[in-house]
């Protein structure tokens, strides 16, 4: 994370935490204020709905007034003719309530009614000619005609219609004007109506905006919550309106939205400053010494440059400057010695293997080629055993020169990077060399380099006997990456050294081949499932009358991506990546699970013979595994035959020389296989604890003449000094036969007695050498008659 992004995680939540605590102080005075604003703006526009209504009730009033003032009035109600009164006068009076109304459209009504209810007149201003007085208005006549009042205004609620304000006046029928109570009974009732239409229209308006209805009611009203407000409309008549509780919550949602914006936005561009600020004066030097920093250690430059910058950052760079002036110089010698071969002055291998894995990052990278070349001095332990080691150490200090003059020639004069020359270790050297495939340039360098031991190498005015074996791969053709490329290289060294010595080689196919082979070796033994893909055939080992004492297991892998697999490829393979122990405990518990079986066809005597991995008596636990199968399939540890290389046998460690006492000391029987496959000593035969020495194919093969029949004698009568039996491998012939058994040969074993076959075929194979020996003439030779049994 750069120094910016950690300036800007730590410094805006501290922004923006304080922004968002002034919004929130403000929102919650500006709520407060919004509230009591809202408050009121409430009760005015309750008192201007009840100025509203005062003015109707006003002008209603002043039109019963202005009709009792004129002739109309008086003219109907003195009138004795009914028709004349109805229609004359009743067409006077409607003239005059129209002349009296502001608004022509404006509904407006005058009724005149005789106690105890009865309508002499009713008109009102509307599109109905034939409309009657409403019910409503003739109930409150008539409450008013039962009560003491003689003057009233009400605000009526018709069911079918607006509301109406009625004005209501008791007149005497002589003087008009407003009776004495107990001159009520004969007096005129004059109502007067309108509906108030500018009342009604705001009483609409504001019951929409606040989402709630006023309530009229003739009893008083308060206020209901902080947002509520009432009005007096008349004596007896009280509005109240409470919006809902909600009713602010979006005004108050615009301001949490504006404050909110306000806050980040405000944020963003405080931040935006101090940041600007920051990298200007702090982070932007920082992270240029820091880069040049990094370009020196990646190796992109050499220097840091000199910064003009004050105080603590320029300080800061200049004394950088000067630790890494410093360093430069520690560090050169520390190179010169950590990445420098001693003897020869070239690179060593930790310094080889850091920039071949630059040079084959960048070549990826780019696409591009490279090769390697790996160089083996031949015969170079002969001239270090012969004229020294100080000869020898000369010698490599000349070839390392010379190898390393001719490699930056040929660079330089193709104009090609510069090559990497180092030694790898001993007589080993290795050069990467940056070029396209197929240019000449590493057919150049090893046709060039060969050419110092074309006749011998010269120096100290001598010609030393050694050549040169160079193993050639290019990447990404060859390997993919470092260590696959070492190892392509090396396993085409190898291949020149087959060729003759003094040659080069590239990496071939077929090594290619061999190294895919042994990979998919390796990758089937790790998921290998034995029950499914191996088996055991069993060889008979026979003594000198042709009778079965011993058979050998070995074991058998049939893969179904491999095909068939010899032991010679897969153990060595299994003993080097240590998936043997694997295969060794099942072949340990097959073969234990067939010895019964084994000892039903040749005997309660006969010997299982059980080959194991040398590198398996290394581990602890081999012999409590050869305990579990004879407590498992209840045999007789005499009965097994644990057989182990000669190779093996000569270099016993102290961990697998405890084993091989402890199982001896089980009772399981210990035999020397492969004898004269190697460089065993008369002495370590001597020492070596064992029941058995099978004698090599090689060795039988050798010493089955008629000149070698001596040493052939004393070999086998020095095993049986020290009481051991001796069996022969490889007896493919009767006179191979007849040669060991005039030797003193103890048992034989070969393609002459029987192949290797499965369990079930080798019951065959013991029917069918009953039955010849059976047939066999009496009086043969042990040799003959085994051999005709065979």
Not at 276 to 286: D, S
Not at 310 to 330: C, F, P, T
Request: charged content about 20%.
């Amino acid at each position: 994370m750069t120094l910016g992004k950690r300036a800007f995680i730590l410094i805006f939540p501290v922004v923006l935490a304080g922004y968002v605590l002034a919004a929130t102080l403000l929102y919650v005075s500006q709520s407060a204020s919004i509230l009591g604003l809202e408050r009121a703006r409430l009760w005015q526009q309750l008192g201007l709905l009840g100025a509203v209504f005062q003015n109707d009730v006003t002008q209603n009033k002043s039109l019963i007034y202005s009709l009792v003032e004129g002739s109309a009035v008086r003219h109907f109600i003195n009138e004795p003719d009914e028709n004349y009164r109805s229609n004359a006068i009743g067409v006077r009076i409607q003239e005059s309530i129209t002349s009296l109304s502001d608004d022509p459209t404006r509904f407006v009504s005058m009724a005149i009614i005789r106690p105890p209810g009865s309508v002499d007149f009713y008109y009102e201003n509307s599109e109905d000619p034939f409309a009657e007085i409403p019910t409503a208005q003739i109930e409150h006549a008539q409450k008013l005609i039962s009560s003491p009042k003689l003057s009233n205004w009400s605000y009526v609620k018709l069911k079918d219609g607006d509301p109406l304000i009625i004005h209501s006046e008791f007149l005497d029928p002589l003087t008009l004007n407003r009776p004495v109570s107990s001159a009520k009974a004969g007096s005129i009732l004059l109502q007067t109506a309108v509906r108030p239409n500018p009342f009604l229209e705001m009483k609409k308006t504001l019951e929409k905006e606040y989402a709630a209805e006023i309530e009229v009611s003739a009893h008083p009203l308060s206020a209901n919550g902080a947002l509520s407000a009432t009005v007096k409309l008349g004596p007896s008549l009280y509005a109240r309106l409470t919006p809902q509780p909600n009713h602010l919550n979006q005004k108050l949602l615009n301001l949490k939205l504006l404050l909110a914006l306000g806050a980040i936005g405000l944020s963003l561009f405080t931040i935006g400053i101090v940041l600007f600020l920051v990298r200007r004066f702090i982070t932007n030097p920082i992270a240029r010494l820091d880069r040049q920093l990094t370009e020196v250690m990646s190796g992109e430059r050499t220097e840091i440059a000199f910064s003009n910058e004050a105080g603590e950052i320029g300080r800061l760079s200049a004394n950088m400057k000067q630790l890494h002036d410093d360093a430069v110089e520690s560090l050169g010698l520390v190179k010169s010695a950590s990445w420098t071969d001693t003897l020869t002055t070239i690179s060593n291998r930790e310094h080889f293997n850091v920039r071949s894995t630059q040079i084959l990052d960048k070549a990826r990278a780019s696409k591009a080629s490279c090769t390697l070349l790996f160089i083996d001095v031949d015969n170079f332990k002969f001239v270090n055993d012969k004229h020294g080691h100080k000869v020898g150490d000369e010698l490599l200090k000349t070839l390392a020169s010379r190898i390393q003059t001719i490699v930056q020639a040929v660079v330089e004069r193709r104009g090609l990077p510069e090559a990497l020359v180092a030694r790898l270790s001993g007589d080993e050297f290795a050069i990467m060399v940056q070029s396209q495939p197929g240019d000449g340039t590493v057919t150049e360098i090893s046709t060039l380099i060969l050419g110092l031991f074309s006749d011998g190498f010269d120096m100290l005015d001598k010609s030393f006997p050694v050549t040169a074996s160079i193993g050639i791969a290019a990447f990404p053709e060859d390997a993919a990456s470092l260590p696959e490329l070492l190892a392509s290289a090396d396993a085409a060294m190898y291949q020149a050294k087959a060729q003759g010595k003094n040659a080069s080689a590239r990496y071939s196919r077929s090594l290619h081949e061999t190294r895919t082979r042994r990979r998919g070796i390796e990758d089937e033994l790790r998921t290998i499932d034995p029950d499914e893909e191996m088996h055991l055939v069993y060889m008979p080992i026979v003594d000198g009358h042709g009778k079965v004492t011993a058979c050998e297991a070995l074991l058998r892998w049939t893969s179904p991506l491999l095909g068939r697999v010899t032991p010679d490829e897969f153990i060595p393979i299994a003993e080097a990546t240590g998936l043997f122990s694997k295969i060794d405990s099942w072949v340990i518990d097959r073969a234990m699970s067939n010895c019964r079986q084994i000892k039903q066809l040749f005997g309660p005597e006969t010997i299982m013979c059980i080959n194991i991995s040398s590198a398996e008596l290394y581990t602890k636990s081999i012999a409590d595994r050869f305990c579990d199968g004879l407590a498992h399939y209840g045999v007789d540890a005499r009965s097994i035959e644990i057989e182990l290389t000669e190779t093996f046998a000569v270099k016993l460690g102290d961990q697998s020389q405890r084993n091989i006492d402890a199982l001896r000391a089980k009772g399981f029987r210990i035999s020397i296989d492969d004898f004269g496959a190697g460089y065993t000593s008369v002495q370590q035969i001597i020492d070596y604890p064992a029941e058995t020495i099978k004698l090599d194919r090689v060795l039988v093969e050798s010493l089955t003449d008629g000149a070698a029949l001596p040493t052939l004698r004393a070999l086998i009568a020095l095993c049986h000094a020290q009481d051991m039996q001796v069996v022969a491998e490889g007896v493919d012939t009767t006179e191979k036969m007849a040669l060991l058994a005039a030797a003193g040969c103890d048992l034989y074993q070969g393609y002459l007695i029987s192949q290797p076959l499965t369990a079930e075929d080798l019951g065959i194979w013991a029917m069918q050498r009953l039955m010849k020996q059976a047939k066999a003439a009496a009086g043969q030779s042990p040799a003959a008659r085994t051999a005709s049994g065979a």
